[in-house]
T-cell receptor
Framework: RKEVEQDPGPFNVPEGATVAFNCTYS??????FFWYRQDCRKEPKLLMS???SGNEDGRFTAQLNRASQYISLLIRDSKLSDSATYLC????????????FGSGTQLTVLP | EAQVTQNPRYLITVTGKKLTVTCSQN?????MSWYRQDPGLGLRQIYY???????DKGDVPEGYKVSRKEKRNFPLILESPSPNQTSLYFC??????????FGQGTRLTVV
């Protein structure tokens, strides 16, 4: 079983739609959680951290469910510019390797 | 400006010719990592470093070497490159509890 699993997609949605991604992690000692965005052939960039109480940044909402070991990302009113691959990332407490990446979910927002 | 700088951005080389990809960060981060990204395989960690003179293997270390003589620099060395090392390479740095900052990537082709 992979340490971090994501639905690879692709998700094709019309502009203005709401889309949600889920990610599950296997290590219950995971401590920090992040969503990254990666545009084609570019470096991954931190989109947002995920906090236990859930957090929102504009059209983006991230939630964490420690009991079920998953995190989610909700994008409201999607824009063409949201088209990218979204990576789920976790950090295991005390892990020297720092961060473990999911393989990403591809999103295409259609006009 | 906080950044991770990789060089070169693009490199075409021949099998067996030793090469080094440099990585430098200006954020005084303890952790640095190298990843390769191949279609359908996501980001795979090659090597990571917790601090100066402390390095360890990631998921796919074969054929690579690293060194961490200074906190800011973490070069990736391919002693004898082979075509299966053709890939997109990313260097990243982070500190405890934070997400990682990535360099812009190095696209390597070994012929």
């Amino acid at each position: 079983r992979k340490e971090v699993e994501q639905d690879p997609g692709p998700f094709n949605v019309p502009e203005g739609a709401t889309v949600a991604f889920n990610c599950t992690y296997s290590n219950s000692a995971s401590q920090s959680f992040f969503w990254y965005r990666q545009d084609c052939r570019k470096e991954p960039k931190l989109l947002m951290s995920v906090y236990s109480s859930g957090n929102e940044d504009g059209r983006f909402t991230a939630q964490l469910n420690r009991a079920s070991q998953y995190i989610s990302l909700l994008i409201r009113d999607s824009k063409l510019s949201d088209s990218a691959t979204y990576l789920c990332v976790v950090n295991v407490a005390g892990s020297a390797r720092q961060l473990t990446f999911g393989s990403g979910t591809q999103l295409t927002v259609l006009p | 400006e906080a950044q991770v700088t990789q060089n070169p951005r693009y490199l075409i080389t021949v099998t067996g010719k030793k090469l080094t990809v440099t990585c430098s960060q200006n954020m005084n981060h303890e952790y640095m990592s190298w990843y390769r990204q191949d279609p359908g395989l996501g980001l795979r960690q090659i090597y990571y470093s917790m601090n100066v003179e402390v390095t360890d293997k990631g998921d796919v270390p074969e054929g690579y070497k690293v060194s961490r003589k200074e906190k800011r620099n973490f070069p990736l060395i391919l002693e004898s490159p082979s075509p299966n090392q053709t890939s997109l390479y990313f260097c990243a740095s982070s500190t405890t509890g934070t997400g990682a900052f990535f360099g812009q990537g190095t696209r390597l082709t070994v012929v």
